[in-house]
């Protein structure tokens, strides 16, 4: 059923077994996996069925940080079917090595391993309506996806990615509208979880505000937060009413952590004419009876034994098109000069007698350290609900640049390795870069290149078994509180450089399952 | 004459790897660090004769960076001689 929120008498309680704040991938997964149960779900949702500009500007606030091209309200999406309302489709889960913590990455790791997690993704490839759950290379070139085969080797993995159309809040609309067992409440913000009088480690009601004036309360047994990687820290830190640092804070975590996959074009290639361009396709996969569309394409990925023997984190490359370089960074006048240097090696190729093709461009996708000063904090300005903003102040680790450097290094000489061509490495046009000759000057070099933002907003209550290393346990509890869980990527302890909607479905999917068969099972 | 006004891009490659490595910087050094390249010819011609030895360089990982590019050490001490006029 859907439920205004403004028509919700002002004052008034509504009760629940369970409630769910936010109506995204997480929020619509949980929602979904329940519906026709036997328990009474309440999912709470700040916008309507369309764009509404009001409750999108209560996404306003302020990046801090390293600088992002982007409005932060404009990263996200507030209203049913949450960001993935415009989000690229992009599927892949995590590599197994992402869940393995790695000596040289303080935090690193999850609390459980791949194999633990691959039902649940088995699960969430069908949620995300891709194709059969393989993402080999095999896979793309059975589907007539292209890349060059030889940038396969012992550094590199050539996956395939299955890219969905499947926008959250279209497609499982009518199975959270017609179950009788959920109600979905549209423009209701939460703006605080308020904590038992009697006992702070339980939340017994969450403060709904709308912005035509009407407020309520919603009680529930349990309750999963699962507003996105920004706002998940802001309503657990404005819940500070009762607990001034905010819930689930008592070590500081809250906010703590924020991670993007910072990108950087990374390499520009002269590829030998016969070499295959990256080029993706579209096949009709069959859903419940119904053929779609998704979308191939390949990518590359550092192997793990590459990742440990270079102590490197996961990196993703795939080829682009130059006309997108503009959006990462790097302007379409700086492009033509970073061409002409290639120049050289057409000169020098040429010797060989070697056709060689268009300069061709690659970009990588970074997985950045856990690092407690990159955070997402509560600011003094107030939304049109009185509700503190938030300051996003992301931040990568000199480590994390010196790896992206090495990364592009390892491309480049891949490309050669594998007779493919040359390449270089342009770090988004940072023109120091090419004075780098020696490790040595890795060392001593600024590596101030421009990165990009891919708005995967992560890490901020992150899943950890201790209390004083996590905010949430394994099963995305809040440790403070015997009733609240988390959903969505806030919760990722380590990011990997996969994009992270499938993951985020994985773990909303296994909640599910917790709530049903644990917490609510009484 | 500076390297940025060199019009010919294989000599502007070749002495920006001069720069870097100076020990290099002489015709006999870098004749008896590439084996089996003739005095005789035109060093650039002879870089197809060359192949197997820029593979074994990048499998080995004898690699250099010039100007951001990664090229076998055989290419670079190639185009420094074709710089210094062989
Ligand atoms: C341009 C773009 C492209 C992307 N492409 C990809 C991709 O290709 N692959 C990929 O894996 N990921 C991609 N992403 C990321 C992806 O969209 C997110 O990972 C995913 O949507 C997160 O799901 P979520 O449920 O955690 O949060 P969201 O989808 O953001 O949903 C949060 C929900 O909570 C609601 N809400 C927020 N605050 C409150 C409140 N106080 N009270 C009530 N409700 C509230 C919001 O209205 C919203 O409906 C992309 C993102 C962007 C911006």
New binding site residues.
């Given amino acids: 059923m859907l439920v205004d929120g403004r028509a919700v008498p002002d004052g008034s309680v509504v009760t629940a077994d369970l409630c769910i704040?936010?109506?995204?991938?997480?929020?619509?997964t949980i929602a979904r996996e329940l519906a026709g149960s036997t328990l009474d779900v309440v999912v709470?949702?700040?916008?309507a069925l369309e764009l509404d500009t009001r409750t999108q500007n209560?996404y306003k606030g302020q990046f801090v940080g390293q600088p992002v091209s982007a409005e932060l309200e404009s990263?996200?999406?507030?209203?049913?079917?949450?960001?993935?309302n415009?989000?690229?489709?992009?599927?892949y889960p995590l590599d197994p090595a992402d869940f393995e913590s790695k000596p040289y990455v303080e935090r690193s790791g999850w609390p459980f391993s791949y194999e633990d997690l691959e039902p649940y993704y088995l699960r969430a490839a069908d949620t995300c309506q891709i194709g059969p759950f393989r993402f080999d290379w095999q896979f793309g070139v059975e589907k007539g996806a292209q890349a060059p085969p030889e940038l396969e080797s012992h550094t590199f993995r050539g996956i395939a990615r299955q890219?969905t159309e499947a926008r959250f809040g279209e497609v499982y609309r009518s199975t959270l509208v017609d179950a009788a067992n959920i109600r979905v409440l549209l423009w209701?913000?939460?703006?605080e979880l308020l904590t038992a009088p009697d006992d702070a480690r339980r939340v017994d009601a969450v403060q709904v505000a709308t912005l035509a004036g009407p407020k309520f309360q919603v009680q529930a047994t349990a309750f999963v937060l699962?507003?996105?990687?920004i706002?998940v820290p802001r309503?657990l830190l404005a819940s500070n009413s009762r607990i001034p640092k905010g819930i689930g804070n008592s070590h500081d975590l809250v906010g703590r952590c924020f991670a993007d996959h910072p990108n950087v074009l990374m390499a520009l290639a002269l590829l030998r004419a016969d070499a295959p361009y990256h080029t993706a396709k579209t096949v009709l996969v069959d859903s419940a009876g119904v053929p779609h569309p998704v979308g191939i394409a390949m990518w590359l990925r550092l192997r793990r034994r590459a990742l440990r023997a270079s102590q490197l984190l996961s990196a993703q490359i795939s080829a682009i098109d130059p006309s997108v370089v503009q959006a990462i960074g790097i302007t379409q006048r700086e492009w033509p000069e970073l061409f002409e240097r290639s120049a050289q090696i057409d000169a020098l190729l040429a010797t060989s007698g070697a056709p060689t093709a268009e300069p061709r461009a690659f970009l990588v996708n970074m997985e950045q350290e856990p690092n407690l000063a990159s955070r997402v904090r509560l600011a003094r300005k107030k939304d049109a609900l009185g509700m503190p903003t938030v300051h996003v102040d992301w931040r990568l680790t000199r480590d994390d640049r010196v790896r992206t450097f090495r990364t592009a290094r390892l491309f480049a000489e891949q490309v050669a390795r594998a007779g493919l061509g040359r390449a270089r490495v342009v770090l988004s046009g940072y023109e120091a870069g090419s004075a780098i000759h020696t490790d040595e000057q890795i060392d001593n070099a600024a590596l101030d290149f421009i990165v990009g933002s891919?708005?995967?907003h992560m890490g901020t209550a992150r899943m950890h078994r201790s209390p004083r290393q996590g905010v949430v346990d394994e099963h995305c509890r809040v440790h403070d509180v015997k009733n609240l869980f988390i959903?969505?990527?806030a919760v990722f302890p380590t990011t990997g450089a996969s994009?992270?909607?499938?993951t985020?479905v994985a773990l909303a999917t296994r909640l599910a399952d917790h709530l049903r068969t644990k917490v609510l099972a009484a | 004459m500076g390297a940025a006004t060199v019009r010919d891009p294989l000599t502007r490659l070749g002495r920006a790897y001069l720069t870097f490595t100076p020990d290099e910087d002489s015709v006999a050094v870098l004749f008896d660090r590439v084996p089996g390249l003739s005095r005789r010819q035109p060093v650039v011609e002879q870089l197809p004769a060359l192949q197997a030895t820029v593979a074994a360089d990048f499998a080995r990982q004898r690699t250099v960076s010039i100007d951001g590019w990664r090229l076998a050490r055989t290419e670079a001490r190639v185009a420094a001689l074709h710089a210094l006029g062989h």
């Fill in positions: 704040i936010g109506s995204g991938a997480a929020g619509i709470l949702e700040s916008g209560l990263t996200r999406m507030r209203y049913f079917g949450g960001t993935t415009h989000w690229a489709g992009n599927c890219i209701s913000n939460v703006v699962a507003t996105g990687g706002e309503v891919n708005m995967h959903g969505g990527s994009p992270p909607t499938m985020i």
